[in-house]
């Protein structure tokens, strides 16, 4: 996942050659985001090398964006990603506050045609005391899409967790990776210990 968080507020586009130069040297899916406003910003993202698109603020200011770029590209290629902030939905990076609720939010998304939750607890994100358990698991219980987790993993134990106690589909960590504090490959064997399958590759 290749998320441009201050996209919007800075109302810029993400970067389209950074995108393809990624797609070219990874093996997995790249699912991308940030700064999309239209159909045309997602087509370009995907015809860059992108599998999936991503929007989130966007998304909340002008849901029949979400129809749209489903309806445009394939729900299986729309990513709607929901930042949370003691249950209710955040915007611009997590800095704005709305009075949506977030597991509403994430019906009304699935409705609309979203294939696919990133769903960021901003309460647990960076803290690495791990997800939001609770919440995940009140949105992955509410629609019929897959829900990804994020913020919060500090632990091998985190990532298990997340998976046996919510019915997500994924989980996304971000510095436990980047600053090695998690080995993906011994992550992986960790988590087939505990019954749990992952993606093969990386």
Known sequence: VLLDITATV????????????VSKVISVALTVGGG?????????????GAAKV????????????????????GSERLVVAIDAKEGRVAVQGGRVVTDRKVVDWAKEVERLGA???????????????????????????????????????????????????????????ASVFHFGTIDIPKLKI???????????GF
């Open 10 to 21: 800075e109302k810029r586009k993400t970067f389209i050659d950074l995108v393809g130069d």
């Open 115 to 173: 294939g696919e939750i990133l769903l960021t607890s901003m309460d647990h994100d960076g803290v690495k005391e791990g997800y939001d358990i609770a919440l995940t698991k009140a949105v992955a219980a509410a629609v019929s899409i897959p829900v990804i987790a994020s913020g919060g993993a500090g632990t091998m134990e985190h990532f298990a967790r997340v998976f046996e106690e919510t019915g997500v589909s994924g989980a996304l960590g």
């Open 54 to 73: 991503s929007i989130n603020s966007m998304a909340v200011r002008d849901p029949s964006l979400i129809a749209a770029i489903a309806n445009a590209v």
């Open 36 to 48: 999309i406003a239209s159909v045309e910003d997602a087509k370009a993202l995907l015809q860059a």
């Open 190 to 200: 960790f988590l087939a210990q505990r019954g749990i399958t992952t993606s093969t």
